[in-house]
């Protein structure tokens, strides 16, 4: 499954399931990369997807954000 990966939004905080995707946004002061790991049971032990966040793209203040669209 291909994923259609947007920057997402700085607020609110956690996992936000919209219509059309989900928003996720983790605050972190010091992160200098992070990864959305996304799992498509809970026991698998492997993520289905790793998404790299771009702090150019993905990042405001120490917020950083991507929408994944259709999840």
């Known amino acids: 499954m291909s994923l259609a990966i947007l ?3 700085s ?3 956690g996992a936000t399931v919209y219509p ?3 928003n996720f946004c983790v605050y972190s002061k010091h992160a200098s990369k992070i990864d959305l790991l996304l ?3 809970p026991l698998d032990p492997q993520p289905q ?3 790299e966040l771009s702090a150019a793209i993905h990042k405001t203040s120490n917020f950083w954000h991507v929408f994944i669209k259709n999840i």
């Open 20 to 22: 059309e995707g989900v």
């Open 39 to 41: 799992f498509a049971d």
């Open 49 to 51: 997807h790793t998404i």
């Open 11 to 13: 607020s609110p905080l």
């Open 7 to 9: 920057p997402g939004k």
